[in-house]
Structure formats: structure tokens, C-alpha cells
């Protein structure tokens, strides 16, 4: 079981920048993906980022060039830095943990985080 708590969301302005952490408890996710999810009000849960055991990382388009993924595996802790952030990345987001590979659905997803909200103003 590995439990796993997002923090760093909060109200910006477009062109601003925040860095979520997912801070993972119970087990050591090193083994693990950790995949960055999002969901806007009214609309579906959507894959944002991953990056995998290797080191690998890839991004959903629409966040391509603006986010960055990394992990600290000796802090149990993945990162999500978001820059020149637009209005259209509001949204909930949700940091979750996979076994790898290219499944990067939600139902892939073995265990989630309750989510940290982001508000971009324009």
C-alpha cells in the first residue's frame, strides 16, 4: 500500500509558476511511475506527466515545454513544476503511482492522491 499527499496548489496568475509535491508514505515508491493528473471542473480526469523508475519522463501536449516532472526517490517525493501557467491549466491535480509502461490512463493507475487544487486567473 503506498499513500500519497499533494501539496503546493494554490491562486496564481497567468505566467506565474508553482512546483506541486507528492510526498509517498508506506512503501518506497522507487519501483513505481508517478504520473501527474488533472481534472477541470465538468471535464475528465487527464493524463499531465510521468516519470518512470528510469528517470524517463513524458508529457501530455498541452503542458509540453511548460512543466517539468522529477522525483527524489531518497525523499519519497515526486515534483511538478509548472511555468508560464494559463488559465486553461486550472484544475485539480492529482499525483498517482503505476508499475510502469505505457498505460497512462487513469484506470492504469495503482494508487492515487487526494488532489491540490490550481487556480490560474487571467
Known amino acids: 500500500q503506498v499513500q500519497l499527499a499533494e501539496s503546493g496548489g494554490g491562486l496564481v496568475q497567468a505566467g506565474d509558476s508553482l512546483r506541486l509535491s507528492c510526498a509517498a508514505s508506506?512503501?518506497?515508491?522507487?519501483?513505481?511511475?508517478m504520473n501527474w493528473f488533472r481534472q477541470a471542473p465538468g471535464k475528465d480526469r487527464e493524463f499531465v506527466a510521468v516519470?518512470?523508475?528510469?528517470?524517463?519522463?513524458y508529457y501530455a501536449d498541452s503542458v509540453e515545454g511548460r512543466f517539468s516532472v522529477s522525483r527524489d526517490n531518497a525523499k519519497n517525493t515526486g515534483y511538478l513544476q509548472m511555468n508560464s501557467l494559463k488559465p486553461e491549466d486550472t484544475a485539480v491535480y492529482y499525483c498517482?503511482?503505476?508499475?510502469?509502461?505505457?498505460?497512462?490512463?487513469?484506470?492504469?493507475?495503482?494508487?492515487w492522491g487526494k488532489g491540490t487544487p490550481v487556480t490560474v486567473s487571467s
Open positions: 498517482a503511482v503505476s508499475m510502469g509502461g505505457w498505460d497512462l490512463r487513469p484506470s492504469g493507475m495503482l494508487y
Open positions: 508506506g512503501r518506497t515508491f522507487n519501483g513505481y511511475a
Open positions: 516519470i518512470w523508475s528510469s528517470g524517463r519522463t
